[in-house]
């Protein structure tokens, strides 16, 4: 699969995730950094509204991400169960690429760095919960997720769905 080590953390997980995800009707496999298939990304053609839907190796849905319509900005829900786990929208103020990312039942989040590169970190209350990057991987057109130990996993590769998702926007 051409993967780099970098600081792999006790317990910490690393998945490759393609870059050019977001055709709508296109689906695709998250591997963990072994090449194994660990979440299918499900992009559902025929929608109003952009929806990928994360499910696990069996087919079981673990989160909906899904694009919400009249708002001032474009904002991307995260849903389990029919319930909103966490919001992603692009924040206005500063310079780099920012996301700010409202989470329903826990302590909000934050995205920054060079997000349209794939060079950017998640963090909640100054700790980084996931390290994005394409520095660990040589194949082209992809990037690596570094989800932090004791992480909801399935939660941060949807978040990152929900980031590319807005920044493929034209």
């Given amino acids: 699969m051409g993967l780099r080590r970098h600081r792999d953390g006790p317990g910490g997980e690393r998945f490759l995730m393609r870059e050019k995800l977001l055709s709508i009707g296109d689906d695709y496999w998250i591997e963990n950094d072994r090449g194994e298939r660990a979440y299918k990304v499900d992009g559902k053609a025929f929608r109003v509204r952009e929806t990928f839907v994360l499910e696990d190796t069996s087919g079981a849905e673990v989160a909906r991400i899904q694009e919400r319509k009249l708002s001032i900005r474009d904002k991307i829900a995260v849903e389990r ?90």
């Fill in 81 to 170: 169960g029919g319930d909103t786990v966490a919001t992603v929208h692009k924040a206005l103020v500063g310079i780099r690429d920012r996301f700010a990312i409202d989470v329903e039942h826990g302590d909000d989040m934050k995205a920054h760095g060079n997000v349209v590169d794939h060079e950017y970190e998640i963090e909640r209350d100054g700790d980084t919960v996931a390290t994005i990057s394409k520095k660990w991987f040589r194949v082209r057109e992809a990037y690596g997720v570094d989800v932090a130990a004791g992480e909801d996993t399935a939660l941060i590769l949807a978040l990152t769905v929900a980031i590319d998702s807005l920044t493929s926007r034209g």
